[in-house]
């Protein structure tokens, strides 16, 4: 089973940019579905953005759309989660998380992901 290990994260003023990254451990990275949660205080896990294992599909939550994006490199065993204009309330905790690519791609609920990392905080101030 693949491991992951998120950093990147830090503090930020509004309409910074930050760079968050995933590695994954193990090699058959690019047979999981990847997929990026976040989680603020006193609120539940969210759904971020997702990438298929062959990264020719992406998907992403309203709240981020045109903002951020998901690129991977299979070669590295990463996952990234470029994030552009940041605004106060994208302040979380971010967490990588994975599927195996076999039982579907797209899945924006975080049941469907068995593989989690620890997280790393993301904090942009106003």
């Known amino acids: 089973q693949v491991q992951l290990v998120e950093s990147g994260g830090g503090l930020v003023q509004a309409g910074a940019s930050l760079r968050l990254s995933c590695a994954a451990s193990?090699?058959?990275?690019?047979?999981?579905?990847m997929a990026w949660f976040r989680q603020a205080p006193g609120k539940e896990r969210e759904f971020v953005a997702t990438?298929?294992?062959?990264?020719?599909?992406?998907n992403y939550a309203d709240s981020v759309k045109g903002r951020f994006t998901i690129p991977r490199d299979n070669a590295k065993s990463s996952v990234y989660l470029q994030m552009n204009s940041l605004k106060p309330e994208d302040t979380a905790v971010y967490y990588c998380?994975?599927?195996?690519?076999?039982?579907?791609?797209?899945?924006?609920?975080?049941?469907?992901?068995?593989?989690w990392g620890q997280g790393t905080q993301v904090t942009v101030s106003s």
């Open positions: 998380a994975a599927k195996a690519r076999i039982t579907g791609w797209g899945d924006t609920s975080r049941t469907a992901y068995g593989v």
């Open positions: 193990g090699r058959t990275f690019s047979s999981y579905n």
């Open positions: 990438i298929s294992g062959s990264g020719a599909g992406t």
